[in-house]
């Protein structure tokens, strides 16, 4: 396994191998990887003749007071896992490569940027959607993989990969959990142990909305104030949203009805966690 720290030479080892006839396999990440991101380039390894995975904690993704002073940072484990997984190369730019100090643009999203993780982190997906567009470019023609576990980071990443008639492939890969259902997230390590035992709250009450769902309710309102009861049992949770809504565009249009998507965003003191779950509604 080789590390890369320039835009040339990525871009130069991987379109040579391109010509050569290999297909590509690009997983994007910021690091301190988990069993969630393995699955990740397992499931590219195993689809494509090489598999780049990216190193890189996005500043601007970040708001200022968010946590990216203390994001959590193990860059030789990560390398022991990208190359246990089968990871043919790490892309780990600096901030300074990927970020001239000249750069003066920026990729917005709309419609589906907006609503949820849009209104209560407002500049973070256009940070996600800047950082993607550039590392699609730099890569170039590929699969590219991204975890359920960010839903609506999914759905902005495939529109603008449409939009933009990107040559990259978006698949998206299932959540992975802990045994008592916390999905994996690079920002568990935060939690006290307090905090972590209550955190199970997330996919628990998306368990129980979904079964609400599932049972024929088709009230938004009601899954949302289920999800939002359960969150509340958990006495250190804070809920920031709880949402039931159609799992492509993220916004209500009545009823619920054929797949859809519950979504929660809850803090620990100052660790704050996403999860989601998709069920389907008994109107079709
Ligand atoms: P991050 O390093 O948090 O930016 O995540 C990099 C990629 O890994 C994203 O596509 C995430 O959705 C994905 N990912 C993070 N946690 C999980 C998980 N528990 N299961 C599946 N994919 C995940």
Redesign the pocket.
């Known amino acids: 396994m080789k590390v890369i720290e320039t835009v040339a030479i990525l871009r130069s080892v991987l379109d040579s191998q391109r010509s050569g006839g290999a297909s590509v396999g690009f997983v994007?990440?910021?690091?301190y990887l988990?069993a969630?991101?393995v699955?990740?380039i397992e499931a590219s390894v195993s689809a494509n003749d090489l598999t780049v995975v990216s190193i890189f904690v996005n500043p601007l993704q970040f708001a200022v007071g968010e946590d990216l002073g203390s994001y959590p940072v193990d860059i030789a484990g990560d390398q022991r896992a990208c190359e246990a997984a089968g990871a043919d190369l790490v892309f780990l730019p600096s901030v300074e490569e990927m970020y001239p100090p000249d750069r003066s643009t920026t990729v917005t999203v709309g419609g589906v940027s907006e609503p949820l993780e849009g209104e209560s982190r407002p500049t973070h997906f256009a940070g996600v959607a800047t950082a993607v567009a550039k590392l699609f470019s730099i890569v170039g023609p590929c699969r590219a993989y991204?975890?359920?576990?960010?839903w609506q980071?999914l759905a902005v990443v495939r529109r603008m990969t449409a939009d933009l008639s990107l040559p990259v492939e978006v698949v998206d890969?299932?959540?992975?959990?802990e045994p008592d259902g916390l999905?994996?997230?690079?920002r568990n390590t935060h939690l006290s142990a307090e905090e972590r035992s209550q955190a199970t709250v997330l996919h628990r009450s998306l368990l129980a909305g979904a079964a609400l769902v599932e049972a024929g309710e088709t009230n938004p309102a009601k899954v949302e104030e289920e999800i939002t009861r359960v969150v509340a049992t958990a006495a250190l949770a804070t809920l920031d949203y709880a949402a039931a809504v159609p799992a492509d565009t993220l916004v209500a249009d009545g009823a619920l009805h054929g797949e859809v998507r519950l979504l929660v965003a809850v803090r620990f003191g100052r660790c704050r966690l996403i999860d989601n779950h998709g069920c389907r509604s008994l109107i079709p």
């Not at 991204?146 to 960010?150: I, L, M, N, V």
């Not at 890969?173 to 959990?177: E, G």
């Not at 999905?183 to 690079?186: D, E, F, G, K, M």
């Open positions: 994007p990440t910021m690091g988990h969630g991101h699955s990740l991204f975890g359920a576990k960010d980071q890969c299932p959540i992975v959990r999905a994996l997230s690079s």
